[in-house]
């Protein structure tokens, strides 16, 4: 007897479905080969802290039992969020396949989790709780869930030990995220009296989102001039823009330069006209069909993601949260099959066999996302469902277009004396092709009629312009940047060339990205939920609560920027590859961790440590009771009588708790660095008490 624990019911009904004739029961269905039970997505969680202390009765959090670092990670079956208790469903299903794994006539356990590191996770974890004896353990790898991927999929399962690496990386991701997420959370909750989600991925993506605002809103316009000319030649305007650029104090260079352009003569050196194809873009990776639904239908991507992988379990998409916009070699065939089941639906489409398409070196563990050659009843479709379901089969069909896109490209090159040459470049479609359906990046730009040797007439003039201020994150700029977080930040064209895209799938390999395919939706959506961002149409801003927690990060030390967040991504794709142990990944983490919590005493000059929220620093010198540490301040206990509160930043610089008690009890601060004044300039000064006032003192 085979026994099958998919990860989700909906699975296990596919798996039965494509097996046939099984009998349904309490938790699982069975025919004289096969049982197929399933998990409900995560049945175990890692322990909180207090589970790995004895005779615990305050679950508080507390400063004394961080850092944790277990010897051994603990794994307890789901709890209920409201009542702490063990779901009771849970536990039920837990239980059918603690059963189902020790009957005597289980020879072979088949792990039909997802196909990522997750789905890898969550099985194992059930297996290895209910299994009391060795049996042989197989895993069903499916790209897709249709029927015959199904039943082909049941014919060649390999050994799940062929996919330890794959686990290793997922269980050392659970225990470092584990390690930050409860560690630096409770830490930073403590200190500031506010719930704080720190995590190794959430604070670097909000804190872009930050750095991108701060730059917006500090953003102060400037003035500078470009070299400009747009005259009538043989009927037709001819504008020229120069690459030269002048400050705003620089008006007469720029006017003189004009002066010496126009003494000179511009005349048409080169004109090349010639007929080529335009490539199609490439197939969807989740991201692109992220970033795609996003800026066109403003559809967030926890939307977007939904959807799909409700399309996938349907059998009508292969497994969304892939980072490959390419197919493996080995799929030739079944893209044959679903190529001819869309032909048969009136689509232009044929086979076609280039490296742009299939490239097995751009693949980790999935192939691009593509339609499969079940088809959907549009009646049986969300109006949304066939939205996302058309825009996948439509880029599938712009790829396999029969129908060439054929364009007449021009370039024109006019030089200005020895001075400057200038190109211009235009394309004209003549065969629309795979562009009806899916846009293509260039529209149709017609060139002046000008030949070989023709004189142009010019007038530059110096044309003032203005800077302007970086742009807010997107859907589409915010998940570019978070796929490779160390590319310039330049304009990605969902395009008609296929671009190298080496540097992008290099740092992908190599753990650069920030957060992954399988995760970076969730982690998006829990920062939305946090109010840490928001996101208005495609949007994303920075809120009150994400400033809260950036400025808290810094004050703290914490520094999880995208460095940080990198390297240990880096250290979880060698666990991938075998060139790292989980230990030792986790080692790293835990030294990390350990910076944070081994606090340095800084000189009170520039020391920004505000202690932590509820301390007592001091009596208040207007009423005499405890003055203690808030969000804000440090405010005097009898807040509704008493309003003495000393600000913890004071013309942005942080107010260190060791020089609010020197205040307190001296009527003075030690000299304080780094005050910024209304008009920008740094300064030192010392506090000092006057009255119930807090005033600046210069006094050396």
Known sequence: MILIIAEKPSLARNIVSAIGNMKKNDGFYSNDEYLVSWAFGHLFTLADIEDYEKNVTDYRWKLDNLPCFP???????????????????????FGIIESLCNRE??????????????????????????????????????????PETIREGLKTMQDDSDYDNLANEGFARTFIDWLYGVNLTRYATLKTGTLLRVGRVIVPIVKAIYDRDMAIRNFKPDIYYGLWSNEVTNGEEIELTSKEKFDKKEQNKALELCQKYNASEAIVTDKKVKKDVMNPPKLFSLTKLQNYLGKKYKMP??????IAQKLYESGYLTYPRTNSEYLATAEKDKIKTIINNIAKIGYPVKFKDKKTIFDDSKIESHSALTPTYKIPDKAKLTEEEF??????????????????????????????????EFNLKGNIILVPGWTKFSEASTKDKILPNLNIG???????????????????????TLNNYLKNPFKDDKKELEGSEYEDDTEDYKAIFEGLELGTEAT?????????????????????????????????????????????????????????????????????????????????EEPLETDTDTGFYGDVIGKCPLCGKDVIKTRFSYGCSDYKNCKFKINTTICNRVISKRNAILLLNDGVTS???????????????KLKLDKDNIVFSFDN
């Open 520 to 600: 970076r939706t969730g982690i998006i959506d829990n920062a939305r939920k946090s109010e840490y961002i928001l996101l208005k149409k495609d949007v994303y801003t920075i809120l009150p609560n994400g400033e809260f927690l950036i400025e808290s990060m810094k004050q703290m030390k914490i520094n999880m920027d995208k460095y940080k967040t990198s390297e240990m991504g880096k250290a979880l794709k060698k666990v991938y590859h075998d060139e790292m142990s989980i230990d030792d990944a986790v080692s790293l983490a835990k030294d990390e961790i350990k910076e944070v919590f081994n606090i340095k």
């Open 387 to 420: 939205l996302v379901y058309q825009t996948v089969i439509k880029r599938f069909v712009a790829v396999f277009c029969s129908e060439e896109c054929e364009v007449e490209k021009t370039e024109i090159k006019i030089k200005v004396g020895d001075l400057e």
């Open 671 to 685: 000299k304080i660095e780094g005050f910024t004044s209304k008009n920008g300039k740094m300064f030192a000064a």
């Open 105 to 146: 006539d289980v020879k072979v356990i088949v792990n039909a989790g997802d196909a990522d590191r997750e789905g890898e996770v969550i099985i194992r974890l059930c297996i290895q709780n209910a299994l009391k004896t060795d049996k042989t353990i197989k895993r069903l790898w499916l790209p897709d869930q249709t």
């Open 301 to 306: 991507m926890d939307k977007s993601l939904d």
């Open 71 to 93: 010897e051994k990670f603990k794994f307890n079956l789901k709890k209920d969020s409201t009542s702490k208790e063990v779901d009771t469903g849970v536990k039920k299903q």
């Open 454 to 476: 023709d004189k142009v007439n010019i007038h530059f003039v110096p044309k003032e312009k203005e800077t302007t201020p970086p742009k807010h994150y997107t859907i589409e």
